[in-house]
């Protein structure tokens, strides 16, 4: 929350953009978004040059790297086989695009409402699902054939500009941001761990202090042995969260320890977002077609892949600005 050179999964790092451009502003929003008090540290912008500028560099390969825009309009949807994969109708091309919010807001300013055209980054959620359906084979209709379908959805427009290299720079931030906020999702989850392990500590420590209170006393229930047992299985229990509360507190005892973990999630930054071109063949139905010899459309597309895990289509597309109902403008109050 992006071919591509093949993928950037295998992209060595190298760009013909100096390194040091935008490093400055580069430092300032890792600070900014992941812990403002790490500015108060002597050398952190020292420390961080180096992350910082594998991260910029790897951010700006995303947006540098992404396909020439593709023309989104009522029109693009009857000719583009990937446009019309992504949206169920001309109608839902337009209401998609009007009734997003980061659109509605550029179309709102003086520069979107006069703009000719104006450019953002497509997002969806590609799902493969299994399904039954119709399937002509030969003369024969048969029914009830596993398939596969092709679902697009939830699409949302990034980074919005009048115009492309903009558009192309506001893509690169939001995947350095995207980076960012990953790294001070690490810090308050680790922060939260030693949180946890205090109040687990001070629990633990108060049930072997119950139990030093009721030795050597007679309690209905429990002999000599069994109190024996107990207290050695909760001076254990006691003895390991110790050992791991030391380990958490040791992570962020300090802003240099915080820094140093910043640091350790932003010094791969391909590990949080990779890219990968992806082609599949969709018939008019939205079925995916494994079958060569079988008519239907080839549709490629770029896809984000985050921490492993989530991924999502990511489409650079140039919309016709005179085409949609934009939001008017504020008018002056009639004196």
């Not at 359906?133 to 697009?152: C, H, K, N, S």
């Not at 140093?260 to 590990?271: K, N, S």
């Amino acid at each position: 929350m992006f071919g591509f050179l093949r993928t950037l999964l295998d992209h060595d790092g190298r760009s013909s953009e100096p390194p040091s451009r935008g490093l400055n502003q580069a430092i300032d929003r890792i600070v900014a978004g992941t812990d403002p008090r790490l500015a108060l540290l002597a050398q952190h912008r020292r420390r961080l040059a180096p992350c910082a500028g594998r991260l910029l560099t790897h951010a700006r390969a995303c947006a540098a790297a992404l396909t020439p825009p593709r023309l989104l309009s009522r029109t693009s949807f009857t000719r583009d086989p990937l446009i019309r994969a992504c949206f169920g109708s001309a109608d839902g091309v337009a209401t998609t695009i009007t009734r997003d919010p980061a659109l509605r807001e550029l179309l709102a300013t003086p520069q979107g409402h006069c703009a000719p055209e104006f450019y953002a980054l497509l997002s969806l959620s590609c799902t493969e699902r299994a399904q039954f359906g119709l399937q002509l084979e030969g003369d024969i209709m048969r029914r009830d054939v596993r398939q596969t379908a092709v679902v697009f959805e939830r699409p949302v427009f990034l980074a919005p500009h009048a115009d492309e290299a903009a558009c192309r720079e506001a893509v690169m931030w939001t995947v350095f941001d995207y980076c960012v906020h990953r790294a001070r999702e690490h810090l308050t989850g680790l922060r939260g761990r030693r949180e946890a392990l205090q109040t687990r500590y001070r629990e633990q420590l108060g049930k072997l202090r119950m139990l030093d209170h009721v030795n050597g006393r007679r309690v209905v229930g429990l002999d000599g042995p069994e109190r024996v047992s107990h207290r050695i299985q909760a001076e254990q229990a006691l003895a390991h969260i110790k050992a791991e509360l030391q380990q958490a507190v040791a992570d962020v005892a300090s802003l240099n320890d915080s820094l140093a973990r910043v640091i350790e999630v932003l010094e791969t930054p391909q590990q949080l977002v990779s890219m990968q071109r992806r082609c599949l063949r969709i018939d008019h139905r939205g079925v995916r077609i494994d079958d060569a010899a079988s008519s239907a459309d080839t549709v490629c597309f770029d896809e984000a892949c985050f921490a492993g895990t989530q991924t999502r289509a990511a489409v650079l597309v140039r919309i016709p600005g005179l085409e949609f109902e934009t939001p008017g403008l504020p008018t002056l109050p009639d004196w």
